[in-house]
């Protein structure tokens, strides 16, 4: 039997053990539980039995958290109404969720490990695909965004995930209140960039799901490029669509183009299309008008910058365990936050973020 390193921070691994073993009649224990270091809110683990099987558990930060936040019961929800043959979006199966805090000290769920790559970088990229691959890559996250936009979210039992209507206004309103709680000294730019967003709202194009931080690296790659699951919905809820496009232009980095604000340049890899090619397939797929895709666009920086106030706030106070380095330190500092809101008000003067 292989001797295994001690359950990391997060993880009770007696008590998932037995709760897994009743879900998977073949588990094989003990069980191995590796951190993966990459996201920044919810804290997620590869587990691996001895016969080789491999599951992810994902459950909230240690400690403290927002209130409304990390919750892994509508994770699963989502995950469990478009899978299987339910929908057209890849997402990983779902073994089971565990919702109260009495067999791991916090709710969490398990699902399954889907194989493939998540290229967080261009190195990564570069390593796992060719520039085929990657061109299709680029086109499977256009065309999987259209997918989960089409999906409909009262035959899929999602129709009550949220409010439909004002979404902009709904999540300028929860991350400015967000930015109150963690705001970190000498960045007005957050503030008057909030300020000038919501005098501008446009017009919703309708209602669909969200998912709230689609890109590359949020997404597990065959070696083909084919998107073989979407990742982390922990901000999913129903809104505006062109929101989503406006966070994926975010992180899609061309290629010269600097990206230490930014978790990941993956997309900077020869082969991939640019930001305008991949507009034009959505906008093909969808039949929307993303002519005013740069508010949206300025919108996702800004709500970046106050998502990343709340990240750098968990840090500190030790809430992410053993997941809480990844070499992004440049976007965790008063420079990097103010980076971000600098970029959101540029981009909404300008009127302009694609060509």
């Given at each position: 039997?292989?001797?295994?390193?001690?359950a990391p921070a997060g993880v009770d691994a007696d008590a998932v053990t037995g709760?897994?073993?009743?879900?998977?009649?073949?588990?094989?224990?003990?069980?191995?539980?590796?951190?993966?270091?990459?996201?920044?809110?919810?804290?997620?683990?590869?587990?691996?039995?001895?016969?080789?099987?491999?599951?992810?558990?994902?459950?909230?930060?240690?400690?403290?958290?927002?209130?409304?936040?990390?919750?892994?019961?509508?994770?699963?929800?989502?995950?469990?109404?478009?899978?299987?043959?339910?929908?057209?979006?890849?997402?990983?199966?779902?073994?089971?969720?565990?919702?109260?805090?009495?067999?791991?000290?916090?709710?969490?769920?398990?699902?399954?490990?889907?194989?493939?790559?998540?290229?967080?970088?261009?190195?990564?990229?570069?390593?796992?695909?060719?520039?085929?691959?990657?061109?299709?890559?680029?086109?499977?996250?256009?065309?999987?965004?259209?997918?989960?936009?089409?999906?409909?979210?009262?035959?899929?039992?999602?129709?009550?995930?949220?409010?439909?209507?004002?979404?902009?206004?709904?999540?300028?309103?929860?991350?400015?209140?967000?930015?109150?709680?963690?705001?970190?000294?000498?960045?007005?730019?957050?503030?008057?960039?909030?300020?000038?967003?919501?005098?501008?709202?446009?017009?919703?194009?309708?209602?669909?799901?969200?998912?709230?931080?689609?890109?590359?690296?949020?997404?597990?790659?065959?070696?083909?490029?084919?998107?073989?699951?979407?990742?982390?919905?922990?901000?999913?809820?129903?809104?505006?669509?062109?929101?989503?496009?406006?966070?994926t232009l975010v992180y899609w980095v061309e290629r010269g183009e600097a990206a230490?604000?930014?978790?990941?340049?993956?997309?900077?890899?020869?082969?991939?299309?640019?930001?305008?090619?991949?507009?034009?397939?959505?906008?093909?797929?969808?039949?929307?008008?993303?002519?005013?895709?740069?508010?949206?666009?300025?919108?996702?920086?800004?709500?970046?910058?106050?998502?990343?106030?709340?990240?750098?706030?968990?840090?500190?106070?030790?809430?992410?365990?053993?997941?809480?380095?990844?070499?992004?330190?440049?976007?965790?500092?008063?420079?990097?936050?103010?980076?971000?809101?600098?970029?959101?008000?540029?981009?909404?003067?300008?009127?302009?973020?694609?060509?």
């Amino acid at each position: 039997m292989t001797e295994l390193s001690p359950a990391p921070a997060g993880v009770d691994a007696d008590a998932v053990t037995g709760w897994l073993a009743a879900r998977v009649p073949s588990l094989a224990p003990p069980l191995a539980f590796t951190p993966v270091v990459g996201g920044h809110s919810n804290l997620t683990y590869v587990v691996a039995d001895q016969g080789g099987p491999q599951w992810v558990l994902r459950r909230p930060p240690l400690g403290h958290v927002l209130a409304t936040a990390h919750d892994m019961g509508r994770e699963h929800r989502i995950l469990a109404a478009l899978g299987g043959d339910r929908t057209p979006v890849p997402v990983p199966p779902v073994v089971g969720l565990s919702p109260d805090d009495s067999v791991n000290g916090a709710p969490f769920y398990v699902m399954e490990f889907v194989d493939g790559a998540v290229l967080r970088n261009e190195a990564a990229a570069t390593r796992e695909l060719d520039a085929a691959g990657r061109r299709r890559a680029g086109e499977q996250l256009a065309d999987t965004l259209a997918a989960i936009h089409a999906v409909d979210i009262d035959a899929v039992g999602l129709g009550d995930l949220g409010r439909r209507e004002d979404y902009i206004g709904r999540q300028l309103r929860r991350w400015h209140r967000q930015w109150d709680a963690t705001r970190v000294p000498g960045i007005p730019e957050i503030d008057e960039v909030h300020a000038a967003l919501a005098a501008s709202v446009p017009e919703q194009q309708g209602a669909t799901i969200v998912h709230g931080d689609f890109r590359l690296d949020n997404c597990i790659i065959g070696p083909d490029g084919t998107v073989r699951a979407v990742l982390d919905w922990e901000l999913c809820t129903l809104g505006d669509p062109l929101a989503d496009v406006g966070t994926t232009l975010v992180y899609w980095v061309e290629r010269g183009e600097a990206a230490e604000l930014l978790p990941s340049d993956g997309t900077a890899s020869e082969g991939f299309p640019d930001r305008a090619a991949f507009c034009a397939r959505y906008a093909a797929a969808t039949g929307r008008d993303l002519s005013g895709i740069a508010w949206y666009t300025a919108f996702a920086y800004w709500r970046l910058a106050c998502i990343l106030a709340g990240v750098l706030d968990r840090y500190t106070a030790g809430a992410m365990g053993d997941q809480a380095g990844d070499g992004g330190a440049s976007r965790f500092s008063r420079e990097g936050l103010a980076g971000l809101a600098a970029k959101a008000r540029s981009v909404l003067e300008e009127g302009k973020f694609v060509s």
